[in-house]
Each structure stands twice: as C-alpha cells, then as structure tokens.
C-alpha cells in the first residue's frame, strides 16, 4: 500500500477547512484512507537517517502521512486526494476532463527498432501551466509514486516529463546500441553514452535498481527530438536539456513501456491530476503517436466509460434499501458522476471517468456505493441457512492427541516449518542429497532453505534455546512435515507427524517408548506379540542419526511408520546439546 | 538448623523457663549463647506442639545505640577534641594543622610564618561524655548527635510459661500415612498444624503452546458456528490456486519472488512450449494464504454432482511470506479464514457473521474501513476496540469475493461468497502480553511463558 506524504496546511487550505488530527483521521477512515502517522520533514530525516545534523535544517512544517489504497492511482498526489475529498464531502461536482486541439499537433513516432526492448509509447502535452514550488514537488512525487506502483518499479512504464519549449517534434522513440546513445543526463554537466551510462549510476542510491531492465541488451531505448536532442534513455534518466523547472510553461509528457494498458492508465492519471495547473483548468492537448505500422493513435485517451447498474442489484449485493437517485448522489459523490436512467427508472447510467481505472466491474461500482453509504451503517445481518459443523478427521486427532501427550508430562512446542539444509541433513547426519525435500528456489537466508522433512531438528533448537529450565525436558509436537512426492499434483505433500524428546541427564529411551506405548494405547492399537496379525511393534535398524544399536523402527501393521531411538553424540554436538536426548517420532495420518 | 538441633534448642528453652518466672528472647539469647532469629525460630516450633505450652507475647522498644561513627568518638574523643589534642605547646603550622582538621584553636600571626596555638590548656569534651552515658541522652540529644547516635526499634519476645507448660515436647505428626490407618494411631497422636500461606507442590504435568491453545479457541469458536473445517495440509500449493485463481494479475507485487516463497522444480525439464503465462500460472510455491485452499473448495462445490448447496468453510493453519521479518513478523504464520457461498449474499450479511463471530471472542465493538483487495469487491478491513489496550486495532480483511474469481470456478450466477482472514499470532500476543513473535513461536520460545500460561478463553476477560 503507497503512502504518500503532504504537508498538512497545504491539504486544509485546498479542503477549506481546518480539521484536527483526529477529525482528519475520521474522513479518512470513512473514505478507505489511512492517516497513517503525523510528522515533519525533520522528524522523518531524524528518524530514517540518525542524522541530526541534516535534520537541523530541515523544515518543521507539520506533514500528514497517508495510506492510499494500491489501486487508487488518481490519490496519489496532493491534488487528486483534495479533488477526491472534496467531490466525497459533497463540495463540487468531479471535474470533467476536455481536449484542447492546437494548430498542429506534437507527434510522437515510434521505431520498429523498439519491439526488442521496449515496445509501447504515449505521449500528452499541458499547456500554460503555472507551477508553485509546492505544485512542482508534487509533479515529481506523483511520478515517483506512479513509478513504484501501477509501473512496477519502471519496469512496466517509465515516465519522462519535459519542458516542450526546449524541444522541438516530431519526437522519434528509437532503440540503439547504447554507445550511439550520447547525451548530458538530468541534473550533469557531461556527456555520457549508454555503455558509460550504467557505470555512472552503477552506485546511485535510486537510480541502480533501475539498470538491470535494460543494461544487457543490445539496445537501449531513447527519445530525441527533431534536432536529435536526447529527451530520455527511459526507464533509467531523462536528458538534462528539456528538464522542466519552476518556470516551465508548457510540459510535454511521454510514457515508453512494456505494457500499453498501463501506460495509457498512468498518462491519464498524470494529466487529470496536472491539468488543475494549467490556465485553462482540466484541459490537456492531445498527441498523435504514429505506431511501427503507420497508423496514428491520439493519446492520451482520457476514455469516460458509461457502466449501467441495477439499482435492485445493487441494494441487494450491500444489504440496503435505497432509491435510486439516493444511490446516483452517492456514486456522484465517489467520483462516478451518475444519472437514473430515465426509461426504467431501475438503472442508473455511471460514468467512469479516466481518474478511476480501477473499475473494471459492476461490483467496483457497489463497493463505491457500500462505502458512500458508509460500511458501519449498513444494517447487520445473518446468513439464513443451516449447516452442520465439521471438523477435518485429521485436525480432529491431532487436537485430540496433543492433550493426550500434554497429559503424558510433554509439554507443547511450536517451531518453523521453514530451515536451513543443514538442519535436515548434516547435523543429522543425513545427505541432503538423499531426503525428500522440498527446496526454496529464492531463499533470502540460510534459515529459510527448505521445508523441513522431520520436526526433530526443531525440537532439538527449542531445547538449547531453554537451557535454563530444570531437567528433564520433555518436549513434543504434532505438525506437519513436507515431503516430495512425484505422484502428488504439486511433486509434494504434507505428512503430519508426532514428534517427542526426552532430554535429561541420561537418555531415558524408556521414556519415550513409553509415551509410544501410552499413545498407542489411547488409539487402541495394540501391542503385536507372538503371531498376532495387527498392531504396533519396534524393529531394530541403524540410523546415523541415532546411537548405534540404540535405534528402532517404529512398525505398524508392518509398516514403518516412524523411528525412535537415542539420539547419536554427534547429533547433540551439532546442535550445541551437552545432555542425552532419546526421541520417537511416526506420522499419525494411518490412524485416521 | 536441622531438625535434631531445633529440638535440642527448644528443649534447652524449655529447661530455661522451668527455673524462671518470665525471660525475653534477647536476653535469652545472650544467656544460650545463640542468635537471636533461631530462638524466635525454636519458640514458633514449641508454639506448634500447642498453643498453651508456653505464654508469647511480643514487645518492642527502642533503644539507643551508637553508629559506627559513635563508636569511633566514644573510643577516641570528639573530632573537635581531636583537633585540640594535635596542637602542641609550642604551635603547629596552619597547613599541617588543616591535613587533621582544626578548632578551639587559634591563629598567631605574631610570628612568620603564623602558628596555630592553644587558646586555653585544657579542654572539657562533653560529646564524648554523653556518648559514653547513652541512657541518660534526652530525645532533643538524640537529634542532635544523629550521625553518632541511633535509636532502632527492636522487637523481642516476652516468654512465660503456659497453663500447660512442660519440658518435653511429644514430636507431632506431619502427616496422615497408611500405618496411622491400620494402626488407628491417628486418633491419638498430635498433628503438626499446616500452613495455609505456602504453595502446594507443584504438579507433575506437561502444557499445551499458547498460541496452539488459541487455535483450538478459534476451532470451537467456528464450529460452534457451524463450520465445515477445511483440508488445508497442503503447503505447496501451484501458483495458479494462490494467485491466478484468485484473480491476481500474474504483474501483481505479490506475485514477486521477494514476497513468495517458490519451490525449486524437482522433476525434469518443463520446456513443452507452453507460452509463458501458464508456466507462470504453474510455478509451486509455499502459499501466501490459505484462500488457495478455499478456491479449491469453492471449485468443489460448484462441481458437486447433486449441484451447489449453500456452505460455510473454515480453516486455521500456516502460511508463508518471503518478507522482512521484525518483532511482530515472521516468514511464517497462521491464517484464520471464513468462507461462506450462498445465493444472494448481502455485505451486511458479512458485517453480521463478523459481528457474531468476534462477539464468541470477546469482542463487541467493531468497525469496518475501505480497502483494497484484488480477490474482494468491496473489501473490508476489519477494527476492533481492545478496552485494555484501549485503542482501535486492525485484526484482519474481509470482503465478497469479485465475480471474475466466483463465475470461472462453476458456481451459478447469483452465488456470492463471503470471505475474511484474520491472524492467530495477533491475538494470542495481545491475549499473553507477548511483545516480540519470538518469545511465542519458534525454537527461542520461552518454555517457562508455556507453562505458566492460562487457559485460552476468550470470552472471559
């Protein structure tokens, strides 16, 4: 979830309104932000770098901190969240966005070339815009914003803003070999290619996670103007020629990706916002964008899509009773300027403007109503149909032979499903090789590897953890263990597994044969003696984890269903353990 | 002390009293040559043979004593005494003076360098005077000479004998034993009387993890409710069931490998020419959710041969996130999830189950917040007022599933199904003041918080 920071007086004057930090939370609330911490540009520099000295200068304007939701790009900025609030508290009407046609239009031409790298590009001019200090911020904020989100981290858009009155089209977006690719980057004094490019930001601190998209390939994509003046190396740097600045007037703006729909959704986004600036409100010129095939496609869209709801449709999926001019007023208020259609009476006609590209869907639209209405006033209610409980089997005898290890003097651990290889395998003395484990293809620790395929090592990590408790430790737990399998869908599956160790100045392996024995008996399987076909038994076997001769499968029905056994020496030196342990452990699924 | 020396003690208190009238303990002491604290011991162990044997009664005074410093001034003088005594006759030089401190005294600047002198020959030293005679020291001396003198309470007993004094003592019994029964000795003999003020013995026992206790809570909580709990044994899970199914776009963040965990493929090679997209919708991973699982069973449902039937599902169990951990994360943890499909379902329907469900929590008020969620139209993020904490907490989401995610699973048009997840580890930590996940879960859990925990009730505050 974004957050995006504004400075809290700006927000109230462009409200009208003074609200404490309390009331400001509320409308907040209501509309699905969150006021998420109250601060200043010198507390957040303290705070994230420790460095008072910087701090000291830094402005002590109170700034408001909010969580937006991920897919409401249009309140990414000052300007869209004050539009939005004010439309929601009912103080105007939502802005309706028009064309203004110059004598001749900006023309943006695309180069087969791009295909290789960086296939898509739209392009929108503002004109006769009027930037503040605090305006101009907030034009670079929203396309930081834009760039971290909708775009995914440049990845799928990039956004390059320009001052049009440094340029000159038609503009060419090209791919080339990057050392063909010469010019002075925002905000330097020399001029770089391509190649010298990526070592130059090979250390920024915002600029290197944006190389790797582009730097081992053959071609970089570029921007030049008629005079081949570069106007960006997207998704890295824009050239520093047409940077724009406090005095800029004009703004032509582009977007190059890999991903059309987006980008048409970020340059609406970054025009609807922006055209509040220009001297003519909520007007923005068109470009033609001439596509590898020759057509020419005018963007930005600016599309307002008329969704038509049933007014029944829409009470009955919230819960409410509403008419439907109540439920126009209230979608009008969410930005979806609404009309009831005037042939049914039952329909209403809802506009989606091109500020709200995240409603794809009848239901987006009952969700705007849902929170209009308000979600805490909506009458509570309960599902009118009977259903008979019932517990998973295999829940069910877990939870019912945790209390029955519990009351055999056990005591209950919880431990990660999550370890390193060498937990599983080389302090049990075990190849990794050889178990059926399941391997995390991005660990981003050792502790993370792979999924465990014995609880032991967990119970044996519990057990130095407490070294300060009396002994015995008697610790046990009954979860799940993940073991591949080449006939499950997914090449694996869970196995739940009891687990018990006895840790005490000797081994006691009685001790846990004796909980074997108790929890055999509660399940009423009995002991397998003489010639009797049924019930459990153990049959001697050497495991390297386990002291030699001291170790037992654990059978039933003649089957392996576990082991048990007195830990070997090496086993509880790996594990940093200096008294015996003597462990059983068998999957509980057969006794389902 | 053992036993065998409290009895000797108590038996020579006992010979002391026969041959006097009355006896304090103090002086008792001092008499036996023994500390004070094992005599009140040994009387408290007569006492416990009965109460008549012997007549206590305490008694406190003060009495005046002196501090170490006293001591010193009563052996050698007042300090101002001191300082006379170290001038000599003929005059001391001022600085040599000052190395031992200086009064009654006088400076002679007749002569050069000056000379301390001796005003007078002799003189008295009352400090040491009243030191040496305390008992005569008035309450307004004791003020006065407080760095020298001081009065602590002392407390003592007052011992006499009783209406049934004796010297011996017959040994009490400590406890009803089998011999006592067959031999009917319990009749006779005395018992030692017990003390109600210390603990009992601690019980031998294993105990049940805290926050596995809450799950059981939870449990019973659903299916009370009436819940059909889910199969959820089942970590990998495809991608397509975690995220495709579920309406996540495949650019999703979510989707990243740094948020998942993905399971390295263990058989051969893949490369039959899918396009990319459904190698994608095919990677395994350990699941984000345990909505994976409730895809399948809403697939299930709608795929019954006798056709869809209204159900309630719920699971508790573990999933993974391959994210930053810190005191309240971890990569892994338990999701408690709802589900419920029916024809017609409303959001006050939703706002309603939640509202039961978290009152079987202990919890009556709640609040809902806008949210976004990429499975849920609309979508609810879910507070609720914890009166200790005395503040709103957000405890999980909710929301009705989109139809583009309910529709392609087969269920019938109409159908909407209610869904909320909320954390178990949240909640166990608030219930068990817990501040840091891992003193809860994990090997560094601390085995003495399990087994002094309470019982998990959640209704009962």
Redesign the interface.
């Known amino acids: 979830?974004p957050t995006i920071g504004v400075k809290r007086d700006l927000l109230f004057d462009a409200l009208g309104k003074k609200y404490t930090d309390d009331e400001f939370q509320e409308l907040c609330?209501?509309?699905?932000l969150?006021l998420d911490e109250v601060t200043t540009e010198k507390q957040m520099l303290t705070k994230e770098q420790g460095d008072v000295a910087a701090a000291a200068d830094a402005s002590e304007e109170i700034i408001y901190r909010i969580d937006i939701?991920?897919?409401?790009y249009d309140l990414l900025c000052l300007e869209g969240l004050v539009t939005a609030l004010r439309v929601f508290q009912g103080k105007v009407k939502p802005p309706k966005f028009e064309f203004v046609e110059p004598a001749q239009r900006q023309v943006l031409k695309i180069n087969p070339s791009t295909a290789q790298i960086r296939p898509f590009a739209v392009a929108a001019v503002l004109r006769n815009v009027t930037f503040t200090q605090d305006s101009y911020n907030s034009f670079i904020d929203l396309q930081d914003k834009l760039h971290q989100n909708i775009c995914?981290k440049r990845t799928?858009v990039a956004i390059g803003t320009h001052d049009l009155d440094t340029i000159k089209g038609p503009f060419s977006y090209e791919a080339l070999p990057p050392e063909q690719i010469k010019f002075v980057p925002l905000n330097q004094t020399q001029e770089l290619n391509g190649i010298q490019l990526m070592d130059f930001y090979a250390t920024h601190a915002q600029l290197k996670q944006y190389l790797p998209i582009i730097r081992d390939s053959p071609v970089y994509p570029v921007i030049y103007d008629a005079n081949r003046v570069v106007l960006s190396l997207p998704p890295i740097i824009n050239g520093d020629h047409s940077k724009i600045s406090l005095k800029t007037k004009n703004v032509f703006i582009e977007c190059t990706a890999t991903?059309l729909t987006k980008a048409k959704v970020v340059l609406d986004t970054i025009v609807c916002l922006f055209s509040e600036h220009c001297a003519k409100k909520f007007t923005v010129e068109p470009c033609d964008v001439v596509q590898t095939d020759g057509t020419i496609i005018s963007y930005p869209e600016l599309a307002v899509r008329t969704e038509r709801v049933s007014v029944k449709r829409a009470n009955?999926?919230?819960?409410?009773n509403e008419p439907a001019n109540k439920l126009a007023d209230m979608l009008t208020r969410m930005y979806l300027e609404t009309e009831v259609d005037a042939k049914d009476g039952d329909s209403l006609n809802v506009k989606i403007p091109p500020t709200r590209h995240?409603v794809i869907?009848?239901?987006?639209v009952?969700?705007d109503i849902?929170?209009a209405f308000g979600?805490?006033n909506?009458?509570?209610?309960?599902?009118a149909?009977?259903?008979?409980?019932?517990?998973?089997p295999?829940?069910k005898l877990t939870?019912q032979l945790?209390?029955q290890?519990?009351?055999?003097?056990?005591?209950?651990?919880?431990?990660?499903?999550?370890c390193s290889r060498d937990d599983i395998a080389l302090k049990l003395n075990k190849k990794i090789e050889a178990l059926p484990a399941?391997?995390?293809?991005?660990?981003?620790t050792l502790?993370?590897q792979v999924?465990r395929t014995t609880l032991l090592p967990?119970l044996l990590?519990?057990l130095?953890?407490?070294r300060k408790?009396p002994l015995p430790?008697?610790l046990?737990e009954i979860s799940?263990v993940?073991l591949?399998d080449?006939g499950a869908?997914?090449?694996?599956?869970?196995e739940?597994r009891l687990c018990a160790v006895n840790c005490n100045k000797s081994a006691g392996f009685e001790v846990v044969h004796g909980l074997l024995d108790r929890v055999m008996q509660v399940l009423s399987v009995p002991w397998k003696t003489g010639g009797a076909d049924k019930g459990y038994y153990l049959q001697a076997t050497e495991d390297p984890s386990y002291f030699p001769g001291r170790c037992a499968n654990v059978m039933y029905n003649d089957a392996v269903i576990g082991r048990i056994g007195v830990l070997h020496p090496s086993v509880l030196q790996a594990f940093e353990l200096t008294t015996p342990c003597s462990v059983v452990e068998f999957t509980i699924e057969p006794f389902v | 002390m053992s036993s065998s020396e409290t009895s000797e003690l108590t038996e020579r208190i006992l010979k002391y009293l026969e041959g006097v009238e009355q006896v304090d303990s103090l002086r008792l002491a001092e008499e036996l040559g023994i500390e004070h604290q094992l005599i009140v011991g040994a009387v408290k162990s007569i006492q416990a043979h009965g109460e008549r044997l012997l007549h206590v009664e305490p008694v406190t005074r003060k009495s005046l004593e002196l501090t170490e410093e006293g001591q010193e001034v009563a052996q050698n003088g007042s300090h101002e005494a001191n300082v006379f005594a170290s001038v000599p006759e003929e005059g001391i030089k001022r600085t040599d003076l000052l190395a031992s401190g200086g009064a009654s005294v006088c400076l002679d600047r007749s002569v050069e360098p000056p000379l301390v002198r001796r005003k007078v020959s002799a003189i008295r030293d009352p400090v040491l005077d009243h030191l040496l005679q305390l008992s005569e020291l008035s309450a307004s001396d004791v003020v006065e000479f407080k760095r020298l003198v001081q009065e602590p309470t002392i407390e003592s007993l007052l011992l006499s004998k009783g209406p049934e004094f004796g010297t011996a003592l017959a040994k009490l019994a400590t406890d009803l034993t089998m011999d006592m029964l067959t031999s009917g000795e319990w009749e006779e003999l005395p018992f030692k009387p017990y003390n109600f003020d210390a603990l009992g013995a601690v019980p031998?026992?294993?105990?049940?993890?805290p926050?596995?206790k809450m799950r059981?809570e939870f449990?019973q909580i659903?299916?009370?409710?009436?819940?059909?709990?889910?199969?959820?044994?089942?970590?990998?899970?495809?991608s397509f069931w975690n995220f495709d199914s579920l309406f996540q776009p495949q650019?999703h963040?979510a989707r990243d490998?740094?948020d998942t965990?993905?399971?390295?493929?263990?058989?051969g090679s893949r490369g039959y020419g899918y396009n990319w997209q459904l190698i994608e919708a095919e990677k395994?991973l350990?699941r984000t959710h345990t909505t994976a699982v409730s895809a399948r069973t809403l697939y299930q449902l709608a795929t019954r041969p006798n056709g869809f039937k209204?159900?309630?599902f719920f699971t508790i169990d573990?999933v993974?996130r391959?994210e930053a951990l810190d005191a309240t994360h971890?990569?892994?943890f338990h999701q408690v999830e709802g589900v419920?499909a029916?024809v017609?379902?409303?959001?006050?329907?939703l706002?309603?189950?939640l509202?039961?469900l978290f009152r079987k929590l202990g919890i009556e008020e709640l609040?809902?917040?806008?949210?976004?969620s990429?499975y849920t139209?609309?979508?609810?993020e879910i507070y609720c007022y914890h009166s200790g904490l005395a503040e709103w907490l957000e405890v999980g989401n909710s929301g009705?599933f989109?139809?583009?995610l309910v529709l392609p699973m087969g269920l019938p048009p109409g159908v909407?199904v209610l869904a909320w997840g909320l954390s178990l580890e949240r909640p166990t930590m608030i219930k068990y003041g817990i501040n840091n996940i891992s003193d809860?879960?994990?090997?560094?859990?601390?085995?003495?918080m399990?087994?002094d925990g309470p019982i998990c009730r959640l209704d009962h505050n």
């Open positions: 979830m609330f209501a509309f699905g969150e939701p991920a897919n409401r995914r799928l991903d009955a999926y919230i819960g409410i995240d869907h009848a239901c987006d009952y969700e849902a929170i979600y805490n909506i009458k509570k209610s309960l599902p149909f009977m259903q008979i409980a019932k517990q998973f295999l829940n939870e945790r209390e290890v519990a009351q055999s003097g056990f005591t209950e651990a919880l431990t990660f499903t999550l399941v391997h995390i293809g991005n660990p981003k502790e993370f999924v967990g990590k519990t130095v953890a407490n408790m430790m008697k046990f799940d993940v591949a080449e869908e997914v090449g694996a599956r869970n739940r | 031998a026992r294993g105990h049940l993890h926050l596995l059981s449990r659903f299916l009370e409710m009436g819940f059909a709990e889910m199969a959820t044994n089942n970590y990998v899970e495809p650019q963040p490998a740094h965990f993905y399971v390295k493929q263990s058989t395994n350990l209204p159900a309630k573990k993974f391959n971890l990569a892994e419920i029916n017609d379902f409303t959001l006050g329907d706002i309603g189950t509202q039961e609040q809902f917040k806008p949210t976004y990429p139209e609309p979508s609810m009705i989109r139809p583009e909407n809860l879960v994990g090997p560094r859990v601390d085995l003495k399990v087994e």
